[in-house]
Every structure is written in C-alpha cells, then in structure tokens.
C-alpha cells in the first residue's frame, strides 16, 4: 500500500461514519474492514451479511460480505459521501 490517502466517509445527513485507506483511483464502492482506520459508528467487527446504519439518520450504510481478500462493506451509492483528509 504504498500509494493511497485517508479518506473521512459521512453519511448523506452529515454524520461521520470512519476513516478510511483508499488505495487507488475510482469511486468509493467498497470498504475493506482492516484499511479503516478509525471507526465512529461500530463497523469493525461485524458479522458477515450485518447492515449497518447511520446512528443520526437510521439509513442503511450498506451489508458486510467477504469481498476477495476479507470482509468487507459494500456500499449503498445514495448514503455515503467521501472527504479528503
């Protein structure tokens, strides 16, 4: 991971949600568990199939699944936003 940023991801109300490695260019899709690095809605460590919510708006973050090389968030398009730290 040699080229890569730290990324803040909101939810769509505003809420932040973790901090994310992106590794790459392109849109924000998926989310590998073990590149977060700082988890403020309770994420990490959620059982496969699991869907998390925004704790301010309620709204489905997007479902756990193993994605290639581990667990994984794979993302609702419409709830999630990303800020560059």
């Known amino acids: 991971m040699a080229t890569g940023r730290v990324i803040k ?9 973790f901090k994310y ?3 790459g260019r392109g ?3 998926k ?3 073990d590149r977060i690095s700082k988890d403020f809605v309770g994420v990490q460590g959620l059982p496969n199939g699991a869907r998390p919510l925004c704790p301010s708006c309620g709204k489905d973050i997007g479902v756990v ?3 290639r090389r581990g ?3 794979k ?9 560059r730290t």
């Open 65 to 67: 699944e193993f994605i």
């Open 9 to 17: 991801v909101h939810c769509r109300c505003g809420q932040l949600l």
């Open 71 to 73: 667990p994984a968030i």
């Open 31 to 33: 989310c590998y568990l």
């Open 21 to 23: 490695y992106k590794a």
């Open 75 to 83: 993302l609702n398009q419409g709830t999630v936003r990303e800020t």
């Open 27 to 29: 849109r924000l899709i």
